[in-house]
């Protein structure tokens, strides 16, 4: 069967791709999230000098990707977007850090303001890991009715569901996952044919909300975390980095007075 778009991409021939594409743009660091990269990610990583990071939501999957050769473990807790386990980023995150010394560790998990980076660092992670905090800045890649909902949204907004991949992973609310959620719904399908199954109605949603149609608008949905309820303002990027700085500052000098 020939797959195009997010089906091609989960085959194996497809991931190569993907891999040869993102190699290709030479970055400083690649990260392998569920499961421990593989070798041979490992290997071309080392020969280009790159590092490697394994994302973990627990301390089982923290020593996996230490087995398999990672250089930083992302203790991710439940708050995080995407696919998330169900140990709160609080209580995982020095877990990992103790377990794991003297591997670097980065916390991810609803961290959208410099006292939780103070906070991370504190737990004694070496920095924080954020993916939430950029969809709603001026360059970030959602559509802006949909960056508009993620600015409204509550930290209660958000959703631990397998109907996005097959696999459980936070998002936001909508019509959508509520349908999905519904007694009568049928089970998502493992991953990846929940991304395959899905394929063609993300398209046709995508296109209704670039075309304004209100039933499109209802059912959108996004990977988006917890912190989403502290995400208040489109800032560019620059912006957003330089308050996480300030912030940061005045937490940690609050906390040595
Ligand atoms: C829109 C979006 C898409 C994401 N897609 C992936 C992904 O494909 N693979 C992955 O490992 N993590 C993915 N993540 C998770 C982030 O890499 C990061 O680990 C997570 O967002 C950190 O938690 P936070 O959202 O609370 O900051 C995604 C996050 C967002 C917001």
């Not at 807790?77 to 794991?100: F, K, R, S």
């Amino acid at each position: 069967m020939e797959w195009s778009g997010v089906g091609r991409r989960i085959t194996e021939v497809g991931s190569e791709e993907l891999l040869d594409a993102m190699f290709g743009h030479r970055p400083r660091l690649v990260a392998s999230a569920l499961g421990p990269p593989p070798p041979a990610m490992v290997e071309r990583a080392r020969r280009a000098g790159m590092l490697v990071a394994g994302l973990a939501g627990t301390v089982g999957h923290a020593r996996e990707h230490a087995r398999a050769g990672a250089d930083i473990i992302v203790a991710q807790g439940t708050e995080a977007a995407g696919h998330t386990g169900t140990i709160g980023t609080m209580t995982l995150v020095p877990e990992v850090v103790e377990a794991m010394a003297p591997l670097p560790v980065l916390a991810a998990g609803g961290i959208v303001t410099g006292r939780q980076v103070a906070a991370a660092l504190a737990l004694g992670a070496q920095g924080a890991w954020m993916g939430s905090i950029w969809l709603t800045s001026q360059e970030g890649e959602p559509h802006d009715a949909l960056k508009d909902r993620l600015l409204d949204a509550q930290s209660t907004d958000t959703v631990r569901s397998r109907c996005l991949t097959g696999k459980p992973a936070r998002q936001l609310r909508s019509a959508w996952t509520e349908a999905w959620e519904h007694p009568e719904a049928p089970e998502p399908l493992p991953m990846p044919l929940q991304i395959v199954l899905l394929e063609e109605a993300h398209e046709r949603i995508e296109r209704g909300i670039r075309q304004g149609h209100p039933g499109a608008r209802e059912l959108m949905h996004y990977p988006v975390g917890q912190g989403v309820g502290m995400m208040r303002e489109r800032r560019s990027v620059a912006q957003i980095m330089a308050r996480l700085a300030d912030e940061l500052h005045s937490a940690l000098r609050v906390s040595v007075s």
